[in-house]
């Protein structure tokens, strides 16, 4: 199964420049998570929000939660040729809070 | 220790062999997880088991069949696998807080021949 759709699929920035991906989700949940993924091996955690939340904040990173709309940006400040990689929002909870459901992804290419 | 470890990490396979994919994490976490992953495309979840009991099954064929011997490992069975059953799979752990994240291992990268 998989959960709602990101926006864009595929973004190319110059580095320094800002990264806004969106997402969408279909069900209620628990919190979103958003994950980075390079060159298709494991996942790594980059910040949860729970639904009670707004915004968050984590060094470079700031996500916003809306859930009246159902959805969830990523803001990448300053980007880095490091960054390059695809950037994944997870749901967690709703009906079991075990189940952390992916959307389809945004691949950020960051060109130096 | 925050590593979920994976093996191996390469599998290549013909369609009437049996092999099983290991998973093991030693952070106490109580929710393990079996995702499969075709290129370009999110992980999609397989399996959850919860207190080494299994608690989600999202209709995967019976061809893979999950195992948990005890709270630190996690296994993937695998028999007669399709060419399409190619795919990266990934091991997940999640601790016992509502609102804590899932720790991914590297994957294991199948190949069904």
């Known amino acids: 199964s998989q959960q709602g759709e990101e926006d864009p699929q595929a973004l190319s920035i110059q580095e320094g420049e800002n990264a806004t991906m969106n997402c969408s989700y279909k069900?209620?949940?628990?919190?979103l998570q958003w994950y980075r993924q390079n060159s298709g091996r494991g996942l790594v955690h980059l910040i949860l929000?729970?639904?009670?939340?707004r915004e968050k904040h984590s060094g470079r990173l700031r996500v916003t939660l809306d859930t009246s709309k159902k959805s969830s940006s990523l803001l990448i400040t300053a980007s880095r040729a490091a960054d390059t990689a695809s950037y994944f929002c997870?749901?967690?909870?709703?009906?079991?809070?075990?189940?952390?459901?992916f959307g389809p992804g945004t691949s950020l290419s960051v060109i130096p | 220790d925050t590593e979920v470890t994976q093996t191996p990490k390469h599998l290549v396979m013909g369609m009437t062999n049996k092999k099983s994919l290991k998973c093991e994490q030693h952070?106490?976490?109580?929710?393990m997880y079996w995702y499969k992953q075709k290129a370009k495309k999110p992980p999609e979840l397989m399996f959850v088991?919860?207190?080494?009991?299994?608690?989600i099954n999202e209709s995967v064929p019976s061809r893979f069949s999950p195992e948990c011997p005890n709270s630190s490992l996690l296994n993937l069975h695998l028999h007669a696998l399709q060419p399409e059953d190619s795919a990266l799979y990934l091991c997940?752990?999640?601790?016992?807080?509502?609102?804590?994240?899932?720790?991914f291992g590297q994957g294991t990268r199948l190949t069904v021949v």
């Open positions: 997870a749901t967690g909870g709703g009906a079991s809070y075990d189940k952390v459901i």
């Open positions: 069900t209620s949940i628990n919190n």
């Open positions: 929000i729970r639904s009670n939340e």
């Open positions: 952070m106490g976490h109580r929710a």
């Open positions: 088991y919860s207190y080494e009991k299994l608690s």
């Open positions: 997940a752990s999640m601790g016992g807080r509502i609102n804590t994240e899932a720790f």
